[in-house]
């Protein structure tokens, strides 16, 4: 199954569901010569993808497909953005988010993916990890988290630990969020002027600055060894977000063969009749103040 899913998502962009959704092939139908895409032609389009994957959601669950989709990337490449709108309407009892925090001291003396694989999929299931086992080929290795041999024993297992998943009928697909220099400080900067984003800049992330060149050297070394023909790496574009979150999600469509199986209107039965029920009055409740009115 992960073969053959491989395989269309690197060959087959106009498959039988991309054309019947509709998807636009040509760039130029929403950018601009700048390549920017007005506000207006964005929301038609995410609303378009969205509505691609609820039907999407619909099949996996009918058909009982287990899914599982990884994000990885540099910091502020805009993968939170992405899952947001992904996820945004769809299910969340079957589309999954999972964003581990740091290993606790029990989990560190555990087999390294033993603290993933509670998170894969059940039948009818999607997982979107932002960011996932490879953290221990990124950020652990950049900030010497891990022992040279961890890591190694990391580049020769996981390749077989994804063979295995794809074997027990997972379907596994991975984006790494490509950013440039320039773009990613430019939105560093942003975060410090923003109180609503200071969250998103921790320690780790402005130690990330001053090592950008170890962690292209990670990145290029983890693809050399997990850009496997049963679960590829997909690199995205980053540097333009809007375009970031259609491109991914419109691939993530296109990697997945469906058909539309949601059901049709529902029709909603009669309200029961409340003749005979009285309200309590409101000052019986404590009520949440009404700042706006």
């Known amino acids: 199954m992960g073969r053959k899913h491989g395989r269309k998502a690197r060959h087959k962009h106009d498959g039988k569901h991309g054309r019947k959704a509709g998807h636009r092939h040509d760039r130029k139908h929403?950018?601009?010569?700048?390549?920017r895409i007005k506000r207006k032609r964005y929301e038609k389009e995410l609303e378009h993808l969205q509505t691609e994957l609820v039907k999407l959601q619909e099949w996996v669950r009918q058909k009982g497909l287990k899914v599982v989709v990884i994000f990885e990337g540099r910091d502020a490449a805009g993968k939170g953005g992405v899952i947001k709108r992904i996820t945004e309407r769809?299910?969340?009892r079957i589309a999954h988010v999972v964003a581990l925090g740091t290993p606790t001291e029990?989990?560190?003396?555990?087999?390294?993916?033993?603290?993933?694989?509670?998170?894969l999929p059940a039948a009818g299931e999607m997982v979107l990890f932002d960011r996932s086992w490879y953290n221990r080929?990124?950020?652990?290795?950049?900030m010497g988290f891990c022992t040279d041999e961890e890591y190694e024993e990391f580049m020769r297992t996981c390749p077989e630990f994804e063979r295995m998943l794809v074997r027990s009928g997972i379907i596994l697909i991975k984006y790494w969020f490509s950013v440039s220099d320039e773009e990613q400080e430019r939105r560093f900067q942003s975060r410090t002027r923003d109180?609503?984003?200071?969250?998103?800049?921790?320690?780790m992330d402005i130690e990330s600055r001053s090592r950008w060149v170890e962690y292209s050297r990670a990145k290029d070394n983890m693809f050399r060894f997990t850009d496997i023909k049963e679960a590829p790496w997909y690199a995205v574009d980053a540097d333009n977000k809007k375009l970031a979150r259609l491109n991914t999600m419109r691939h993530l469509l296109e990697t997945i063969p469906y058909e539309d199986l949601t059901p049709p209107p529902i029709e909603l039965p009669e309200r029961q009749s409340d003749s005979d029920y009285i309200r309590p009055p409101k000052d019986s409740m404590t009520m949440v103040p009404n700042y706006y009115a």
Request: glycine share 6%; proline share 8%; charged share 25%.
């Open 137 to 142: 080929a990124g950020v652990e290795r950049v």
């Open 90 to 92: 769809l299910n969340p």
């Open 30 to 35: 929403l950018c601009n010569a700048k390549g």
């Open 195 to 203: 109180t609503k984003k200071f969250w998103k800049l921790s320690p």
């Open 106 to 119: 029990r989990e560190k003396t555990q087999w390294y993916f033993q603290r993933y694989v509670p998170h």
